[in-house]
C-alpha cells in the first residue's frame, strides 16, 4: 500500500511519497524516503518491489548526474529529458533476463521554458506526460478528488490544499496506515521539502 | 497481467481516398479499466509516412522512438525522406527481428507517396506480416468495431473533405462500443501538397 | 465465449493403478450467426443471416433465424446462439402465443385461455423473460430480439442476454450474435444518429433522434448485414427480413448474401 501523488500547477510541481517502509503487512519504518533528487530541478519518487526501487533510483540518480558532468558543469538535463532517460532504462530492463519492478512519478521544473513537468512511468516503462498522477491503490482514491478540483493555473497554495485532500481520503479509505506523506515542491527556485 | 495487446486500449485506422488517406487514432493510456491518460496520441510523422501504432504502450513509444531513429539515419543516408512503401518493409523487417519475443503492437501506415502521387496504406501483425489493403485497415481493441464501421461507411474514390468525415464517423463511432479506447481523436488527411490535423472531442467515458 | 469452451485436459493415468476414464460433456454450441431489429414509428424489421456453423464448417445456408409468433400476430422472435435452444424458444414461444397445438400444450396457450384475444408486445416480452429466466441455472444459450406492434399499431422492441435481462421500455435497434460487434457501432451512428452534429452549430447541438422511414431502415439492414459478411465468417448464404408494418402487415422477404 505505498502511496505516490504528483501534482502540477501554474509555476511548481508537488510530489508526495508515502513515509511508511513496508514489508508484508509489516511497517518496517516510518520515515521513508520513496524520493530521490536527480539534478536542481528534476526528481522522482518510486515504489514497487523492495531491493529493485532503491537500486533502480540510484542507478538512475547517478547517471543523470554523470550525464550532466560529461557534457557542461553549467548545463543540465531538462525534466523531460530526464524521464526519457529513465523510461529507456526501464524499457531496456524490461526486456532482460530480471526486470526491475519499479513504478515512478518523475517531477520537475523547465527553468528555460518556464513550465513544471510531470511524468507517470509504470514497471513497463509506459510513460505518459500528465497534469496530476498517482501509483498505486492511491490512484483509485486521488484521480476521482483531482479530476474534479485540478486546475492547470492553481497556486502552490491550492496544490497543497489538493493534496490535504487526497491524504485525508486515503487515511480514511486505506486498511493501513501509510505513516503520512513527505512532500516535496519543485519550483524555478529548485526543490524544497515541505511539511502538509 | 492478462493479454499484452489488451492492458492499455486504444485504436487505430487508416483509409484510402481519391488522391488522398487518412489515419486517425483514438487518445486514450489506461492500465486495464483504470484510464490514466486522455492525452496518448498513437500516430507518429516520418516524414511522407505516418505510422500508428497500437498495442502494449511501453512498446508504442519503444517502436515510435526506434522508428524515429531508423528514419533519419535513412534520411542522412539517402538524402531524401522515406517513402511510404519502403517504411513498411523497414517496420515489417524490424518486427521480424523479435520474431520469437515480439513488440506487442499491431502497426498501421498510411501515406502518400511523393514520387507516384499514389495513396498507401498497409497494417502489420505484431511480427512484421503486412497487409496490404486497397480500401482500409484498422487496429487496436476496438478493432472489431472498426471493421463494422469502416465495412458499411467506406466507399470508393471520396475527396479529402468527405474521407475525413467517414474516417472520423467510423473511428468514433467505433470507440464509443469499446471500453477501453476513446477519450478524444486525432485525425490526419494527407493529400500530396497538404496535410489537415483535427483534434477530435469524443465521448469521455 | 470461452465459458463454453471445451475443457482440453490431457488423459492422465495414476502410476500402478486403474487407468482413470474422464468423462466431459458439454451441452452447448456456438453455431453463429447474426440478428438485428430495428423498430421505426408504425412498422419493424426483424432480420437474421440464414448461416448454420459449427466451427468452420457450414451446416446449413438456408437456416431461419426470425420466426413469426403466429400467423394473424405481428409479434415476431430472432434468437440466435446455440441453435438447438434457440429454436426451443421460438417453439415455445409460438406455442404459448398461437393455438397451434392447443392439446399438446403443457401451459395452456394464450389464446385459449382468453377468449381468442391475441398476446400484446409487453406481455410477450414479459413471458419471454419468464422462459429465459426460469431457465437461470441451466440457461438456454441463446440471445434474443422480440418485436411486435402494440396496441395502437405503434412497433416495440425488446432484447434479451440468455438468462432474460430486457429493458420493459424496449429499444429503437438491436443486434446480437456472432457479428453484434460489427453492427452496433454501424446502427448507433445510423440509427440513434450517434456523434452527429447539426451543421453550423460548431458541433454544439446533437443531430436529433427520428423514425427513419421503412425504405431507410431495409437498407440500413442490407449494409449491415452485407458489411458483417465481408469481415466475418460466421455471417453469410442469405438474409431473412421480417417486416411488419401497421399498414401492410407482415412480409417476409429473402436475399441473397455471400456465400464464401
Redesign the interface.
Known sequence: MEVLLGITGKDFTLIAASKAAMRGVTILKATDDKTKTLNSHTMMAYSGESGDTVQFAEYIQANVQLYGMRNNSNWQLSPSAVASLIRHELARSLRSRNPYHVNLLVGGFDVTENKPHLYWLDYLAAQASLPYAAHGYAQYYCLSILDKHHHPDIDLEKGIELLKMCRDELINRLPIDFKGLLVKVITADGIREIEL | MSNPFSM?GGAVVAMVGKDCVAIGCDLR?G?QA?T??N??PKIFSYGDAYLGLTG???DV??MSELFRYKVNMYRLREERDIEPETMANLVSSTLYERRF?PYFVSPVIAGINQRTGKPFICGFDSIGCIDFAKDFIVSGTAS??L???C???WEPDLEPEDLFETCA?AL???V??DALSGWGAHVYVITKDKIIKRLL??RQD | MSFLATPSYPQQNVPGGEPTQRHGFNPYADNGGSIIGIAGDDFLIMAGDTRHTAGYNINSRTERKVYRLGEESSLVLATVGFGADAKWLADTMKRAVDVCFPRLSMMKDFKFQHNLKDMTVSAAAQFLFTILYGNRFFPKYAYCILGGLDKNGKARLFSYDPVGSYSKEGERRAAAGAASSLIVPFLDNQVEFKNQYVPGTQGMTERPVEYLPLEKVEMLVKDAFTSATERHIEVGDGLQMVIVSAQHGVREEIIELKRD
Open positions: 492499455n493510456l492500465m483504470l490514466v491518460s492525452n496518448f502494449l504502450a511501453t513509444t519503444t519475443g472489431d468495431q471493421f463494422g464501421t465495412e458499411s461507411l464517423q468514433l463511432n467505433a464509443d462500443r472531442k469524443g
